[in-house]
C-alpha cells in the first residue's frame, strides 16, 4: 500500500503565498510523475501541475508564473510553491502520484487533500 500525506494549507490573503507538500509513503519502488489537482465547489478536479522523476514540469495556465512544482525524490516529496494567490485559486489541493511498487507495476495513488482559502 502507499499513502500520500499533504499538508500545508489554510487560510491566506489575496496576494500572499502558501507552500503545500505531499509526502508518499509505503510500498515505493518509484515514483514516475507527481501532480497537484484542485477542485473547487461545484467544479470539476482539474490539473494545477505536474513533475517527472527527471524534474521537467508542466502547470495550468492560469498558474503558470505564480506557482512552482518542485520534489524531492530521496524524500519522496513533491511541493507546490504558491504566490500572488488569487481568490479564484480556492480550492482542495489534491497530490497524485504515478507509483512503480515493484519494478514492473505502477499505479495511481491520491492524497486526502487540503484546503487553500484565499479571502481577505
Known amino acids: 500500500q502507499v499513502q500520500l500525506v499533504e499538508s500545508g494549507g489554510g487560510l491566506v490573503q489575496p496576494g500572499g503565498s502558501l507552500r503545500l507538500s505531499c509526502a508518499a509513503s509505503g510500498s515505493i519502488f518509484s515514483i514516475n510523475v507527481m501532480r497537484w489537482y484542485r477542485q473547487a465547489p461545484g467544479k470539476q478536479r482539474d490539473l494545477v501541475a505536474g513533475?517527472?522523476?527527471?524534474?521537467?514540469?508542466n502547470y495550468a495556465d492560469s498558474v503558470k508564473g505564480r506557482f512552482t512544482i518542485s520534489r524531492d525524490n530521496a524524500k519522496n516529496t513533491v511541493y507546490l510553491q504558491m504566490n500572488s494567490l488569487k481568490p479564484e485559486d480556492t480550492a482542495v489541493y489534491y497530490c497524485?502520484?504515478?507509483?512503480?511498487?515493484?519494478?514492473?507495476?505502477?499505479?495511481?495513488?491520491w492524497g486526502q487533500g487540503t484546503q487553500v482559502t484565499v479571502s481577505s
Open positions: 513533475i517527472i522523476t527527471g524534474g521537467s514540469t
Open positions: 497524485n502520484a504515478d507509483v512503480n511498487i515493484d519494478g514492473y507495476y505502477s499505479y495511481s495513488y
